[in-house]
């Protein structure tokens, strides 16, 4: 039993600035991955930014130098902190964990439930 929950989550102008969070819980073994994923109306979900547990990240050409990912000391906690934000941000935002529960050999990846992020231009 795993939950993502994310918050951070509305309405800003373009220039502005949102910090996304995600909050992983539940029967976590270990954690290999956290990222953010978007998807805007009439597109496909596309990823955003993605740190693995040794703090290796990665990011989506469009958002480079923009949006920063972290998380903290205990892994279980994602951030996406999003600057100089365009109206081409605008999404649905959503928090993928790959980790392993005590039931499996293979992680698995999970979602939560989505967050809106809109860009008014």
């Known amino acids: 039993q795993v939950q993502l929950v994310e918050s951070g989550g509305g309405l800003v102008q373009a220039g502005g600035s949102l910090r996304l969070s995600c909050a992983a819980s539940?029967?976590?073994?270990?954690?290999?991955?956290m990222g953010w994923y978007r998807q805007a109306p009439g597109k496909e979900r596309e990823l955003v930014a993605v740190?693995?547990?040794?703090?290796?990240?990665r990011y989506a050409d469009s958002v480079k130098g923009r949006f920063t990912i972290s998380r903290d000391g205990a892994k279980s906690t994602a951030y996406l902190q999003m600057s100089s934000l365009k109206p081409e941000d605008t999404a649905v935002y959503y928090c993928?964990?790959?980790?392993?529960?005590?039931?499996?050999?293979?992680?698995?990846?999970?979602w939560g439930q989505g967050t809106q992020v809109t860009v008014s231009s």
């Open positions: 539940g029967t976590i073994v270990s954690l290999n991955a």
């Open positions: 993928n964990a790959n980790l392993y529960i005590a039931s499996r050999f293979e992680p698995y990846d999970y």
């Open positions: 740190i693995t547990s040794a703090g290796t990240t």
